[in-house]
């Protein structure tokens, strides 16, 4: 059974840091793209980040560019986010998937990351 | 920046059939943005129905089903039943590693 099982979520206050992790198993981990995606409070979806299986690659939203890190254990079957300058508006529920065709395939159950100003 | 859009709300009778739509605030929805569409309720992982425009997800019943309708992205549900009553989003690839969900659709069974 494919599980993504979201840790490290918690309050924080404004401009502090944060690192989340997601420990995969049931799947081929490292041939895998896999995505993090964040909901505020009463909000949608949004989309934060990806990281490629083949190169490593990363690719983030405007909103957290420059601030967070996403990386990759594959001997770990691990994913990771690290969250730098955080703020308010980071508040929210941060879930990982793994990607298939450019869609989210399986998710997590998430992990809460609250800031505070 | 491109914003991806969908219906706020719409409603279905029971047994009725919705097409909600997915479109770009510049420009037209194409099969290599690659659509995919989503659904959750409250207090739940999002669960992943369509992928690939018309491809469904692993244990998705066939009356999901997915396209492009002229300019837009399409969901469309046949047959709605109650447990249909969701959150539904859909998600486009707009290139360069990048992706964008739209802002949702509640709909409603009723």
């Known amino acids: 059974e494919v599980q993504l099982l979201e840790s490290g979520g918690n309050l924080v206050q404004s401009g502090g840091s944060l690192r989340l992790s997601c420990a995969a198993s049931?799947?081929?981990?490292?041939?895998?793209?896999m995505t993090w995606v964040r909901q505020a409070p009463g909000k949608g979806l949004e989309w934060v980040a990806g990281?490629?299986?083949?190169?490593?690659?990363?690719y983030y939203a405007d909103s957290v560019k420059g601030r967070f890190t996403i990386s990759r254990d594959n001997s770990k079957n691990t994913l990771y986010l690290q969250m730098n300058s955080l703020r308010a508006e980071d508040t929210a529920l941060y879930y990982c998937a793994n990607s298939v065709s450019y869609a989210m395939d399986v998710w997590g159950q998430g992990t809460t990351v609250t800031v505070s100003s | 920046q491109t914003v991806v859009t969908q219906e706020p709300s719409f409603s279905v009778s029971p047994g009725g059939t919705v097409t909600l739509t997915c479109g770009l605030s510049s420009g037209s929805v194409a099969t290599g943005n690659n659509p995919s569409w989503y659904q959750q309720t409250p207090g739940r992982a999002p669960r992943t129905l369509i992928y690939n425009t018309n491809a469904r997800s692993s244990g998705v019943p066939d009356r999901f089903s997915g396209s492009i309708v002229g300019n837009k992205a399409a969901l469309t549900i046949t047959g709605a039943q109650a447990d249909d009553e969701s959150d539904y989003y859909c998600?486009?690839?707009?290139?360069?590693?990048?992706?964008?969900f739209g802002g949702g659709t509640k709909l409603t069974v009723l």
């Open positions: 998600l486009l690839y707009l290139g360069s590693g990048i992706r964008v």
């Open positions: 049931g799947f081929a981990f490292s041939t895998y793209v």
């Open positions: 990281i490629s299986a083949i190169d490593g690659g990363t």
